[in-house]
């Protein structure tokens, strides 16, 4: 490890911190981790020894000069608003919140909550995030929960690190809302027959096709978490 090394490896992952240790990257200083003297990372670095990496039990961190991620505070959708409600203690034995949904890539506030919303056994009026990228939901908070402060949910979400996604057994709760408006009106028909589902092409080619045929994959991810999945061939 070099210092150029970590930050070109934390700079193309999106980080706003790299950090020299064992290579780190973050992108915000986690409690407990306070400041001390430069004098106590002065530890060469292995792949360079004119370089210093940090120390035992002490980090070199170098900032980006990105935006430092935060905690979304409120969601609208076209539905409602989902507000932050807390960060609260949450373990295997017990949930505070008892449905888990799968995100391929890992879960954002908006993601969550859409998949909360979407979801067959729903729709939950909450959702969380927990752990960087789980997804989770539920109908009410779990007996065992409890709120803790804030800061213990600082854990940069996987997908986004704009976000703040919960931390290891602490979820970042939040809560629904529905809109006042009301819902949109009932389907003038039922039930369609004979279309085609098909992709325009927002720059078609001079002399070709305008739209191509789409083809509807279902897949199930994980045990009832169904995705679907567009495919189309071009020649």
Same mark, same amino acid.
């Given at each position: 490890m070099t @210092? +150029?090394?970590c930050?070109?490896? =934390?700079? /193309?992952?999106?980080?706003k911190?790299?950090g !020299?240790e064992?290579?780190n990257c973050?992108s915000?200083?986690?409690l407990?981790?306070?400041q001390?003297e430069d004098?106590?990372?002065?530890m ?6 004119t370089?210093?990496?940090?120390g035992p039990?002490r980090i ?6 990105r935006?430092?991620?935060?905690t979304?505070q ?9 507000d932050?409600t ?5 373990s295997a034995?017990?949930?505070t919140?008892?449905?888990g949904i ?6 954002? @506030? +908006?993601?969550?909550?859409?998949? =909360?919303? /979407?979801?067959?056994?729903?729709p939950f009026? !909450?959702?969380?995030v927990e752990?960087r990228?789980?997804?989770?939901c539920g ?14 949910c600082?854990g ?10 919960g ?5 970042s709760v939040?809560?629904?809302?529905p809109s ?5 009106g009932?389907c003038e ?7 085609t ?10 002399d070709g096709?305008?739209s191509?045929?789409?083809k509807?994959i ?8 169904i ?6 061939r071009?020649?």
């Amino acid at each position: 490890m070099t @210092i +150029e090394r970590c930050i070109e490896t =934390c700079d /193309a992952a999106d980080y706003k911190y790299a950090g !020299l240790e064992f290579g780190n990257c973050d992108s915000v200083i986690q409690l407990p981790g306070e400041q001390v003297e430069d004098t106590e990372c002065a530890m060469t670095c292995s792949g360079d020894a004119t370089q210093t990496c940090g120390g035992p039990s002490r980090i070199n961190v170098f900032d980006s000069g990105r935006p430092a991620p935060e905690t979304v505070q409120t969601l609208e959708t076209p539905t409602g608003t989902w507000d932050y409600t807390g960060c609260y203690t949450d373990s295997a034995a017990g949930r505070t919140l008892s449905f888990g949904i799968n995100i391929p890539g890992g879960a954002t @506030i +908006e993601s969550c909550s859409a998949a =909360c919303t /979407a979801s067959s056994s729903g729709p939950f009026p !909450l959702s969380g995030v927990e752990n960087r990228n789980e997804c989770w939901c539920g109908h009410e908070l779990g007996e065992t929960a409890l709120p803790v402060d804030d800061n213990l949910c600082r854990g940069v979400c996987t997908a986004d690190h704009s976000q703040f996604c919960g931390n290891a057994n602490r979820i970042s709760v939040y809560t629904f809302t529905p809109s006042a408006e009301p819902p949109p009106g009932a389907c003038e028909q039922a039930s369609v027959a004979n279309f085609t589902l098909v992709a325009e092409f927002k720059e078609p080619e001079e002399d070709g096709p305008a739209s191509v045929p789409l083809k509807v994959i279902a897949v199930e991810m994980a045990s009832n978490v169904i995705w679907t999945i567009l495919s189309v061939r071009i020649s």
